[in-house]
């Protein structure tokens, strides 16, 4: 069940809030509404409760409307604000959007239809500008990494190429075929690096949901891991696995990676991996997959599912560090969370849960 919006009336006019408030009662916003008469008791109330919305008056004591969204802002800067005031002014409209107001309303307009659409549209805005303010950083992290990792590949084939020219210069062929050898590889880690960069961006594409085998999926997932599976050695068992509501090739994904990792990060002789699932309370399906690798360290258990984290260096795992993040980003794309519990040395097992 959805939770309620939190909606914070800031109004010095005991009549004004209520009507806000009764408005946005009536129009069937499931929503919860806390009133403060001005700002600094309004900032107070925000660094006791987390608002979803605040709906501030133009005119309050101490400051206007215009200087406490300049104060809300730099307090919440995450929080949607809404001018309300008794006056049509445009400027002071256009001024409030400045100031960092998402929307704005005459009080003599207020509505339940028209306060419910002004709160939606606050609400909206702000998580789009966030998501903006999200996608931004992550091109930029992008960016670095394109620069940092596929340089040092890029590098690497230039320099052997260099190398093999040399030799065949002056009629040395010893090292050539090393030489050659060692160039491929790079040339694999960079082709490798973009193939994992494009199925990351391609995340935020729509999919389509439907009833998955969770079966099928680990079947096909397996299948992509054979050859790995089998230079390894690796033991991949399962428990009843039900079926749910998502999208089968991601899905495939999820289970590939976390296995993947299991059996990659892994000094034993047999890498061994269980996956497993039970219906919790909630009516979710609660998922795990767990290994006998080399665990994770607890300050490292949040951090590893952001993109671009690596805990190791290549030289010893290699790896592009958007494995767990795209896991990550396909439990969240089917409304579900994933986390792990590790004991340092001696294992992970990684829970993610998914929608019947």
């Not at 009549?15 to 806000?20: E, L, S």
């Not at 509404?33 to 925000?46: R, S």
């Not at 003599?108 to 028209?114: L, Q």
């Not at 096909?220 to 089968?248: C, M, Q, W, Y």
Request: with cysteine; aromatic share 6%.
């Amino acid at each position: 069940m959805k939770a309620p919006l939190r909606i914070l009336l800031v109004d010095d006019d005991l009549g004004d809030a209520r009507q806000i408030a009764r408005a946005i009662r009536q129009s069937k916003l499931e929503a919860e509404c806390a009133h403060v008469v001005d700002v600094d008791e309004g900032i107070a109330k925000c660094r006791e409760v987390s608002f979803d919305c605040a709906v501030v008056d133009y005119q309050l004591p101490g400051q206007d409307g215009l200087q406490a969204l300049t104060s809300f802002g730099e307090c919440c800067p995450n929080m949607p604000l809404v001018m309300s005031t008794g006056h049509g002014d445009e400027l002071v409209a256009t001024e409030a959007m400045k100031r960092g107001a998402a929307d704005y309303i005459r009080k003599g307009d207020i509505t339940p239809s028209s306060i419910r659409r002004v709160i939606e549209n606050a609400v909206e805005k702000v998580q789009l500008r966030r998501k903006l303010a999200e996608q931004k950083k992550e091109l930029e992290r992008f960016a670095d990494i394109l620069v940092h990792d596929l340089r040092a590949p890029s590098s690497s084939i230039q320099t052997f190429v260099m190398y093999i020219q040399e030799d065949i210069r002056d009629g040395k062929m010893e090292m050539v075929p090393q030489y050659c050898d060692w160039a491929l590889k790079a040339s694999a880690r960079m082709d490798t690096l973009i193939s994992t960069l494009y199925q990351y961006t391609r995340l935020e594409g729509e999919v389509t949901f439907q009833p998955v085998s969770m079966v099928t999926a680990l079947e096909s997932a397996l299948e992509n891991l054979h050859n790995v599976i089998r230079l390894k050695g690796a033991v991949v068992t399962h428990g009843d696995l039900p079926t749910v509501t998502g999208s089968a090739s991601l899905l495939e994904q999820l289970l590939q990676n976390l296995i993947g990792n299991g059996i990659k990060y892994c000094k034993r002789d047999i890498p061994q991996i269980h996956v497993e699932a039970a219906l919790e309370e909630n009516g979710l399906w609660l998922f795990s997959v767990k290994d006998n690798g080399i665990g994770i360290p607890a300050d490292d258990r949040e951090r590893i599912f952001e993109s671009f984290t690596r805990l190791h260096g290549v030289g010893e795992f290699e790896g592009t560090g958007l494995g767990l993040a795209t896991c990550s980003k396909i439990v969240n794309r089917h409304g579900g969370t994933i986390y792990c519990d590790s004991a340092n040395g001696d294992g992970t097992t990684f829970y993610f849960t998914l929608p019947p």
